[in-house]
């Protein structure tokens, strides 16, 4: 049976957001909080793996509020280093660093009255979490160079795609902001946790790339509907999006056929982890075994030194495969710097692999 665009069109009645697209019960919940949430003025902490729709929901709170005939702002806080972050939120007057040759309007004086969306607040430093907080407590902040005080009367949301109590307790975010923001939090299931959706998605991205394209994919080969629903989706609706949009290039006829799909969602593994050894423990250990037997003559520093490198390298190796070779998502894995990763992949010889 080969589904069709049309019978595949989403029943979008219950669901009071435009453009948000599932009618799963992970969904009908954040469609609830999410309506429910927009009438009052708390702040908002939306919390989700990256590309699971969380500026889309930010968005909808603002349109389903009192505020949406004034401004909708956002801030990515992850794309900026810290002073311009600091200048980007605030403002700042001229000659308040170099190159300030003009006084500036800040995100949060262009949201008075309005919405501002802080996505990735878990980038922001310590520093600046401290003027956050001043915001979300006292309504007021001063430009960057100013002494005077400027009063804005905003709706905060933010967004992170870490956890920030866990982030609290490690020293890295401030526990009061967590919980001045904390107040309705609003959890995004990832797409692997709401499969029952990909058909309704699918849909709708082929509409808006067969008319970007000049194209007709109007149908859907069941066995390209299971590989996409039995696939984790680690890049989410973005991740799903994308190949859409490619299946609706290539394809030759009207139908996203298996074929149109990357190898990693047919088979779930990446070519580039085809023939890569799976981390086998008691191999490991041997190997470390006559490691420490050949080094006599080496100190107990030095043998802990080398036993460890060669235990991170494998499992640095491992987990690079698991993430396609995708540095940003294999530092989250390893809970390290994006940065540190780069380094420790240059240390091992391992950016070719």
């Not at 640095?316 to 396609?324: A, E, L, N, P, R």
């Amino acid at each position: 049976m080969k589904y069709s665009s049309n019978q595949l069109e989403p029943h979008l009645a219950a669901n009071p957001l435009r453009d948000i697209i599932g009618s799963g019960p992970a969904m009908a919940e954040v469609y609830r909080i999410t309506a429910q949430v927009a009438k009052s003025q708390a702040s908002v902490l939306l919390l989700g793996e990256t590309g699971t729709g969380k500026e889309l929901i930010a968005h909808a709170i603002h349109e389903l509020s009192q505020r949406r005939e004034r401004a909708f702002v956002r801030v990515n806080c992850g794309a900026l280093s810290e002073n311009l972050l600091e200048s980007e939120l605030f403002g700042h007057v001229r000659g308040a660093f170099t190159g300030a040759i003009d006084n500036r309007t800040g995100r949060f004086e262009a949201a008075h009255k309005g919405t501002i969306f802080l996505d990735e607040i878990n980038s922001t430093t310590l520093h600046l979490q401290v003027k956050l907080l001043r915001v979300l407590q006292e309504r007021e902040f001063e430009r960057v160079g100013d002494t005077k005080t400027l009063q804005v009367d905003c709706r905060i949301i933010a967004a992170s795609n870490r956890d920030l109590l866990t982030l609290a307790e490690e020293g890295s975010f401030r526990e009061d902001l967590y919980y001045r923001l904390n107040v309705v939090p609003i959890y995004l299931p990832p797409l692997r946790e709401r499969p029952e959706d990909i058909p309704e998605l699918v849909t709708h991205f082929l509409s808006i790339y067969n008319e970007q394209n000049d194209r007709y994919v109007v149908h859907l080969d069941p066995r390209a509907m299971e590989a996409m629903q039995r696939y984790t989706w680690p890049g989410n609706v973005r991740e799903l999006q994308n190949y859409v949009e490619r299946a609706v290039v290539m394809a030759s006829g009207d139908e996203l056929t298996l074929d149109l799909l990357p190898q990693i969602v047919i088979t779930g593994k990446s070519p580039r982890a085809v023939g890569r050894r799976p981390l086998d423990f008691q191999s490991l250990t041997e190997e470390l075994v006559q490691v420490g037997l050949g080094a006599a003559d080496e100190t107990s520093s030095d043998l802990h030194s080398r036993i460890v490198d060669r235990v991170e390298r494998e499992v640095i190796s491992q987990v690079m495969g698991s993430c396609d070779n995708v540095q940003i998502k294999a530092a989250a894995r390893l809970g390290i710097n994006r940065n540190t990763l780069h380094k420790k992949l240059k240390e091992y010889g391992l950016e070719e692999d």
